[in-house]
């Protein structure tokens, strides 16, 4: 009977979520403190760019959206 047991009890891979794991894969290769990093220095990037090149300098509004653009497409390649 203890066999039995033994084959049907579920395993300690099949008891983790799918999602426990997939977190875990990403700890693992430090995919979360690389994507902390690159949101946090995107925010300083873009502020830098509001309040500096276009409110002292007076450069037109569209290169704040230029550069929220190009970080997208950044962060779009390091995630795929």
């Known amino acids: 009977m203890s066999s039995q047991q033994g084959e049907n009890a579920p395993?300690?891979?099949?008891?983790?979520s799918p999602l426990k794991s997939f977190l875990a894969k990403l700890r693992k290769r430090?995919?979360?403190e690389t994507l902390a990093a690159f949101i946090g220095g995107g925010?300083?990037?873009l502020e830098f760019v509001d309040?500096?090149?276009i409110a002292h300098y007076?450069?037109?509004?569209?290169w704040l959206d230029v550069s929220f653009v190009t970080l997208l497409v950044a962060l779009l390649c390091i995630i795929l």
């Open 11 to 16: 395993s300690k891979e099949m008891k983790e």
């Open 30 to 32: 430090h995919i979360i």
């Open 43 to 45: 925010w300083l990037f």
């Open 51 to 53: 309040r500096i090149l």
């Open 58 to 62: 007076d450069l037109n509004k569209k």
